[in-house]
């Protein structure tokens, strides 16, 4: 089978031949219809996420047929079931695991990054990390369903975000506007979306967002602030950067919660009293990933269109284009949202 891997150390994707992979035990050979292209994917080929071996296949954002399940294997998905697969690999053993918190597991790995990802013809997966999509969904919707979207569902839910609220969005990539999206179409939020570019403004409008701020025109918690008579009930941070997380923690009314989304790795230096924290009862947290029933709340949403997040899918490429998609996805002049492989037909 063709697949793009890692083959060293910073250097660019290659598209090899290797052998078509047989599941084991517990396991599912997805044949692969559509992958997403990630930022994830960018700091990986950049070195900055670092993996334990190479080569690596890449692509955690995948969705195709089950093709093959393996030895001894109970899945709830029979053979030529259409899927998307969670990348998330859990023990199922631990703490967190058994009280549902799968995400926060200890010993996970996440296929793309550890085990052999989806940017490649077939996937093996494990049988629980399989959800079966209805037809209204095509495959390159489902694949980035199982990252791209469920991040900021999770993020979104476990706020406790209710109708009514005013929420600010800070960052308006792929996360963000789907954030936007389901604030506005599943939540009833009103939203403000905060960004340094002007097309993720416009897209963030065309989406829903109620206000939008560039923040190379002004301070953003100051119009916010001002915007709302005080501050948002909740913020999102979809940026990973201190003085985004910052600006996000200060647009907040009294008792407000900043939630954390963006992965960096700059530290944090907030700059508020203790006082200032304790009389306005603010907090922050952080949100990584999802869990499985995430996955499955949102392929209903958007199985019966509840949820609609057609659009977000600027650029579609071929696996033999898979550096392209690349590229795409590092050139801010194309303007990408979600670049995804198509591999075999959309549906």
Same mark, same amino acid.
């Given at each position: 089978?063709?697949?793009?891997?890692?083959v060293?150390?910073?250097?660019?994707?290659?598209?090899?031949?290797?052998?078509?992979?047989?599941?084991?035990?517990g396991e599912?050979?997805? /044949?692969?219809? #559509?992958c997403g $292209?990630? &930022?994830?994917?960018?700091? @990986?080929i950049?070195g900055? !996420? %670092?993996?334990?071996?190479?080569?690596?296949t890449?692509?955690?954002e995948?969705?195709?047929?089950?093709?093959?399940?393996?030895?001894?294997?109970?899945?709830?998905?029979?053979e030529?079931?259409?899927?998307?697969?969670n990348p998330?690999?859990?023990?199922?053993?631990?703490?967190a695991?058994?009280?549902?918190?799968?995400?926060?597991?200890?010993?996970?790995?996440?296929?793309?990054?550890?085990?052999?990802?989806?940017?490649?013809?077939?996937?093996?997966?494990?049988?629980?990390?399989?959800?079966?999509?209805?037809?209204?969904?095509?495959?390159?919707?489902? /694949?980035?369903? #199982?990252?791209? $979207?469920? &991040?900021?569902?999770?993020a @979104?839910?476990?706020?406790? !975000? %209710?109708?009514?609220?005013?929420?600010?969005?800070?960052?308006?990539?792929?996360?963000?506007?789907?954030?936007?999206m389901?604030?506005?179409?599943?939540?009833?939020?009103?939203?403000?979306g905060?960004?340094?570019?002007?097309?993720?403004?416009?897209r963030?409008?065309?989406?829903?967002?109620?206000?939008?701020?560039d923040?190379?025109?002004?301070?953003?918690?100051?119009?916010?602030?001002?915007?709302?008579?005080?501050?948002?009930?909740?913020?999102?941070?979809?940026?990973?950067?201190?003085?985004?997380?910052e600006?996000?923690?200060?647009?907040?009314?009294?008792?407000?919660?900043?939630?954390?989304v963006g992965?960096?790795?700059?530290?944090?230096?907030?700059?508020?009293?203790?006082?200032?924290l304790?009389?306005?009862?603010?907090?922050?947290?952080g949100?990584?990933?999802?869990v499985?029933?995430?996955?499955?709340?949102?392929?209903r949403?958007v199985?019966?269109?509840?949820?609609k997040?057609?659009?977000?899918?600027?650029?579609?490429?071929?696996?033999?284009d898979y550096?392209?998609?690349?590229?795409?996805?590092?050139?801010?002049?194309k303007?990408?949202?979600?670049?995804?492989?198509?591999?075999?037909?959309?549906?």
């Amino acid at each position: 089978m063709r697949a793009a891997q890692l083959v060293s150390a910073a250097g660019e994707p290659q598209l090899v031949d290797i052998d078509i992979p047989e599941p084991g035990p517990g396991e599912v050979r997805i /044949a692969v219809r #559509a992958c997403g $292209v990630c &930022g994830s994917d960018l700091h @990986i080929i950049d070195g900055h !996420i %670092k993996t334990p071996y190479l080569p690596l296949t890449l692509g955690h954002e995948a969705s195709g047929l089950i093709d093959k399940i393996g030895p001894d294997t109970r899945c709830s998905v029979d053979e030529g079931g259409r899927v998307l697969v969670n990348p998330i690999v859990v023990c199922g053993d631990c703490e967190a695991c058994t009280d549902g918190r799968t995400n926060q597991c200890p010993n996970n790995t996440v296929l793309g990054v550890v085990g052999a990802g989806a940017a490649a013809e077939y996937v093996i997966a494990p049988a629980g990390n399989v959800h079966a999509i209805p037809d209204s969904i095509d495959f390159p919707t489902a /694949a980035i369903m #199982a990252d791209a $979207v469920a &991040g900021p569902f999770h993020a @979104i839910r476990t706020a406790g !975000i %209710k109708a009514g609220d005013t929420v600010a969005v800070f960052g308006l990539g792929g996360l963000g506007l789907h954030a936007v999206m389901i604030l506005k179409q599943v939540i009833g939020a009103r939203v403000i979306g905060v960004d340094t570019y002007k097309s993720a403004l416009e897209r963030a409008r065309s989406f829903g967002a109620d206000v939008v701020i560039d923040t190379r025109d002004e301070v953003p918690s100051r119009r916010i602030r001002e915007e709302t008579n005080g501050g948002v009930d909740a913020s999102f941070e979809f940026v990973g950067r201190s003085d985004t997380v910052e600006q996000a923690f200060r647009s907040l009314r009294p008792g407000g919660l900043c939630t954390v989304v963006g992965v960096g790795t700059e530290k944090l230096h907030l700059d508020v009293t203790v006082g200032t924290l304790v009389a306005k009862e603010w907090s922050i947290r952080g949100s990584y990933g999802y869990v499985s029933r995430d996955l499955d709340d949102l392929i209903r949403l958007v199985g019966d269109r509840d949820l609609k997040i057609e659009g977000t899918i600027s650029h579609m490429v071929s696996l033999e284009d898979y550096n392209e998609g690349i590229a795409t996805l590092r050139d801010r002049s194309k303007n990408p949202i979600r670049v995804v492989v198509q591999i075999g037909p959309s549906r």
